[in-house]
């Protein structure tokens, strides 16, 4: 869509002017690209209307078809560049269903053609913008030079200043381009991101394939300055322009690939044989038409040197590319210390980093390990084996590879070092440090989201999900595609109860093309709350087939016993945990009877309880299977076991912040509870308050209070427990112990003489509970107990209940 050119518009601190292309911050440039610039434009001058997406899609995009998850993209872009997080709402205004409305108030000032406010940075900016090929020779420079002379002439001291700097700076610039048709105009640093090419190898050896690409990027990422397109950005793309995901970045598609990802540069690689030796070449292009800016080359005489010759290649394009040379003195270790010396290593390394990518984490285990066959001292390997056992539940072998990496970090980058020496930390348990370690890491590399999302997912861990929300929205702002971003913030957004916000993210991540099974579970949990059990089924029908079907399954199943509907629910964790087991993922399978264990204790079933306690002790030592086992046989009256686990958890994780001051006090409560000392779990709660609320906890410290003040007959106390957790359904939003808190609520103002607060309470608990098992022993008190309040017959509850007959008898079946 062309620019208009006879108006500009300003709004709120900005200034846009279609002509020059150019958006302004307080006279400042905004960096934005061509096409997110035509977005803005376009809803500017149709302020007073709801843009439609079709509409944006033809206007910005008229003779290119492209997908809807593109326009998302760059709407997400331009609300970065103008400071705006989705929901502030303060520009630019999502009509659920519809479109896009600009909703800031706008002046239109008419354009006069003066060049007399312009900045020497805006000059700069606006010179860059240009794609033409300027001609160097000594008339341009000397015309140049005579506007200098000529706006000299007039206006104030200020002016003839700015002017002069500008009039250099554009002198500077067309200098640049008479040596090539591409100037930075800044440090590319500062404008834009890089594509990576695939190498061209015309050596006939196999073993390049990949494993140049791979370390070239381990070379640049080094950068903090220096931004990388990323593999699963590039393979979105790639299906936008009707390619396989799979298909080589080769230099025919890279071109408008580069363009389509809104890059400013890209980077391509080569290596051909000259004679019995290696030549290794590199280029940067510019991605506006393709003109190369860069050119590197090196010989290797042997096979062996090609991995050092391709380093030194990097390091002479950062600093071509802007770099300082004091940062790459500080972040640049060898490519063949930063990752491995063995080319073959390095391949399967790539290997496995290609099935990651594609989601398929277990099916790029045997990569890695063939990768540290081949090389035992490859840390990164160890790294991203570790990362892929963390990510499917086997914490204890993900602990043990981070470990490793760990005792190899010398050999790391800065940055990979400093992911290492995290996941180090939370292998030991040691969030505190982990946590001031990815601090320290996002502090140093302000443009990588990693470590947000990754500090986002440990603040939840200790409860602090102001700041795990904020850590998503950051890294969401530096990259819209990354699935785990989008999960992270909208599992923060149920655990703060802002569960509209949450569907929106969902609804976000879906449009992207980002979605995951974590928002779909979420949108499961949302469901739950809701009653809506269409909603629910059409979720588990969302992961059927899939690679993480396990995991909905388990949600499921949890739902189920929340629910009071045990029968069911035991069929789905049998199927879990069976499925975990057979796929060789024991800690997973024994998470899974671990949670089981605690609803069977929960609701009264102790020798079920206890026997999927034992199952579960049996199969896998994760932490958090072995912190729930704990609970449950505490609550099921196997107190030796019970503290026998808990000696085994604080033996192995002496430093972790919320096992120590949270489950295993409340495990200790529970225990004295089983002995009738209320007062004792009382005091040993004291410590577990600043993590009630925590994922980690899962609300047991308040439920076992709770709990604790009731066998202490304090009632006013006991009610303010189970009052919290009804406050915040958010929070293990499947779990049984919200239904379980409207029963202590009950008796708890039972004991403070409100019977009619009592009889709301006991109903409500009835009524979560309405297509129970008739067999549960604590539902059959409960009735016994709310009889006595109210002695006429009860009435059968019409209230919804999760998940009907022909879902149990498919579930039945399917086993």
Same mark, same amino acid.
């Given at each position: 869509m062309p620019l208009a050119v006879n108006c500009l518009y300003e709004f709120d601190k900005f200034r846009l002017?279609?002509?020059?292309?150019?958006?302004?911050?307080?006279?400042?440039p905004?960096?934005?690209?061509?096409?997110?610039?035509?977005?803005?434009?376009?809803?500017?001058?149709?302020?007073?209307?709801?843009?439609?997406?079709?509409?944006?899609?033809?206007?910005?995009?008229?003779?290119?078809?492209?997908?809807?998850?593109?326009?998302?993209?760059?709407?997400s872009m331009l609300r970065k560049a103008l400071g705006e997080a989705p929901q502030d709402r303060r520009y630019i205004a999502t009509v659920p269903g519809t479109g896009y409305r600009f909703v800031a108030q706008v002046r239109e000032v008419p354009e006069d053609g003066s060049q007399e406010h312009n900045t020497a940075e805006e000059m700069v900016v606006i010179a860059s913008h240009s794609r033409s090929e300027i001609i160097v020779t000594e008339s341009t420079k000397g015309g140049i030079l005579a506007q200098v002379s000529a706006w000299m002439s007039h206006g104030n001291s200020k002016t003839r200043l700015l002017t002069i700097a500008a009039a250099l700076a554009?002198?500077?610039?067309?200098?640049?381009?008479?040596?090539?048709?591409?100037?930075?105009?800044?440090?590319?640093?500062?404008?834009?991101?890089?594509?990576?090419?695939?190498?061209?190898?015309?050596?006939?050896?196999?073993?390049?394939?990949?494993?140049?690409?791979?370390?070239?990027?381990?070379?640049?990422?080094?950068?903090?300055?220096?931004?990388?397109?990323?593999? @699963?950005?590039?393979?979105?793309?790639?299906?936008?322009?009707?390619?396989?995901?799979?298909?080589?970045?080769?230099?025919?598609v890279a071109l408008e690939l580069c363009q389509r990802l809104g890059s400013k540069a890209m980077i391509s690689g080569s290596i051909k044989h000259l004679g019995d030796s290696y030549v290794v070449a590199a280029e940067a292009l510019n991605c506006a038409d393709g003109s190369v800016f860069i050119s590197e080359q090196i010989q290797a005489n042997r096979r062996e040197e090609v991995l050092p010759a391709l380093g030194k290649i990097s390091s002479r394009m950062r600093s071509k590319l802007g770099e300082s040379l004091a940062s790459q003195q500080k972040f640049d270790v060898p490519l063949e210390r930063a990752t491995t010396p063995s080319l073959d290593a390095l391949k399967a390394y790539s290997l496995g980093m290609e099935r990651r990518t594609?989601?398929?984490?277990?099916?790029?285990?045997?990569?890695?390990?063939?990768?540290?066959?081949?090389?035992?001292?490859?840390?990164?390997?160890?790294?991203?084996?570790?990362?892929?056992?963390?990510?499917?539940?086997?914490?204890?072998?993900?602990?043990?590879?981070?470990?490793?990496?760990?005792?190899?970090?010398?050999?790391?980058?800065?940055?990979?070092?400093?992911?290492?020496?995290?996941?180090?930390y939370e292998a030991l348990g040691d969030l505190d440090n982990a946590i001031k370690t990815y601090e320290i890491w996002s502090g140093m590399y302000p443009r990588d989201p990693q470590p947000l999302n990754i500090l986002s997912a440990f603040?939840?861990?200790?409860?602090?999900?102001?700041?795990?929300?904020?850590?998503?929205?950051?890294?969401?702002?530096?990259?819209?595609?990354?699935?785990?971003?989008?999960?992270?913030?909208?599992?923060?957004?149920?655990?703060?109860?802002?569960?509209?916000?949450?569907?929106?993210?969902?609804?976000?991540? @879906?449009? @992207?093309?980002?979605?995951?099974?974590?928002?779909?579970?979420?949108?499961?949990?949302?469901?739950?709350?809701?009653?809506?059990?269409?909603?629910?089924?059409?979720?588990?029908?969302?992961?059927r087939g899939s690679k993480r079907e396990n995991d909905m399954l388990t949600t499921e199943a949890f739902a189920l016993a929340a629910s009071g509907k045990l029968s069911a629910a035991r069929i789905l964790f049998e199927r879990s945990w069976t499925s975990s087991r057979n796929g060789d993922l024991k800690e997973d399978a024994a998470f899974s009877m671990a949670g089981e264990a605690l609803a069977e204790a929960d609701f009264g079933n102790y020798a079920q309880a206890r026997s999927r306690a034992h199952a579960a002790i049996n199969l896998g030592h994760g932490m958090?299977?072995?912190?729930?086992?704990?609970?449950?046989?505490?609550?099921?009256?196997?107190?030796?076991?019970?503290?026998?686990?808990?000696?085994?958890?604080?033996?192995?994780?002496?430093?972790?912040?919320?096992?120590?001051?949270?489950?295993?006090?409340?495990?200790?409560?529970?225990?004295?509870?089983?002995?009738?000392?209320?007062?004792?779990?009382?005091?040993?709660?004291?410590?577990?308050?600043?993590?009630?609320?925590?994922?980690?906890?899962?609300?047991?410290?308040?439920?076992?209070?709770?709990?604790?003040?009731?066998?202490?007959r304090r009632g006013t106390e006991a009610a303010g427990q189970f009052q919290k957790i009804l406050d915040h359904p958010g929070i293990d939003p499947t779990g049984q112990r919200h239904a379980l808190a409207h029963l202590g609520l009950a008796r708890a103002l039972v004991l403070s003489g409100d019977t009619n607060g009592a009889?709301?309470?006991?109903?409500?608990?009835? @009524?979560?509970?309405?297509?129970?098992?008739?067999?549960?022993?604590?539902?059959?008190?409960?009735?016994?107990?709310?009889?006595?309040?109210?002695?006429?017959?009860?009435e059968p509850s019409t209230s919804l209940s999760y998940v009907g007959k022909t879902n149990v008898e498919a579930s039945r079946a399917n086993r």
């Open positions: 002017d279609p002509s020059r292309g150019v958006l302004l911050q307080e006279g400042v905004v960096s934005v690209t061509t096409k997110t610039l035509a977005i803005l434009l376009f809803l500017i001058q149709r302020r007073h209307e709801t843009v439609s997406k079709d509409a944006l899609l033809k206007a910005v995009w008229p003779d290119t078809f492209v997908e809807e998850a593109n326009l998302t993209q760059h709407i554009l002198l500077v610039l067309t200098v640049g381009f008479g040596r090539s048709r591409f100037s930075l105009g800044r440090p590319l640093a500062e404008k834009g991101s890089i594509l990576l090419a695939d190498f061209d190898n015309s050596t006939g050896e196999p073993v390049f394939d990949g494993a140049l690409k791979e370390g070239l990027a381990a070379q640049v990422g080094q950068s903090p300055f220096l931004e990388l397109d990323s593999t @699963a950005r590039v393979r979105e793309t790639l299906g936008y322009m009707g390619r396989s995901p799979d298909d080589r970045v080769q230099l025919s594609r989601g398929a984490e277990q099916d790029s285990i045997p990569f890695f390990e063939h990768a540290l066959a081949l090389d035992p001292s490859f840390a990164l390997a160890y790294a991203q084996l570790g990362a892929v056992y963390r990510n499917l539940g086997e914490n204890e072998r993900a602990n043990e590879s981070f470990k490793k990496s760990y005792e190899l970090r010398s050999n790391l980058s800065e940055r990979e070092k400093l992911y290492v020496t995290g996941r180090y603040y939840q861990v200790i409860g602090q999900y102001e700041m795990a929300a904020n850590a998503s929205r950051k890294a969401l702002d530096l990259d819209p595609n990354r699935y785990v971003t989008y999960a992270n913030l909208a599992t923060t957004n149920v655990a703060l109860n802002r569960f509209d916000e949450a569907k929106i993210v969902c609804r976000h991540a @879906a449009d @992207a093309g980002k979605d995951s099974v974590y928002t779909h579970r979420v949108l499961f949990e949302l469901a739950y709350l809701k009653h809506d059990e269409q909603a629910m089924q059409k979720e588990v029908e969302w992961a958090d299977a072995e912190e729930t086992t704990a609970e449950a046989l505490a609550l099921a009256g196997d107190l030796v076991r019970a503290q026998a686990v808990l000696n085994d958890l604080h033996g192995r994780f002496p430093k972790h912040p919320a096992l120590n001051h949270a489950s295993i006090p409340t495990t200790l409560a529970a225990i004295q509870l089983k002995r009738q000392n209320p007062a004792k779990a009382l005091e040993l709660l004291q410590e577990a308050e600043p993590y009630d609320l925590s994922e980690f906890s899962g609300l047991s410290p308040v439920y076992i209070r709770g709990l604790a003040f009731l066998q202490a009889r709301k309470a006991y109903e409500d608990f009835l @009524a979560a509970l309405s297509g129970a098992d008739t067999e549960i022993p604590i539902v059959k008190t409960a009735r016994q107990e709310y009889a006595k309040l109210r002695p006429e017959k009860l």
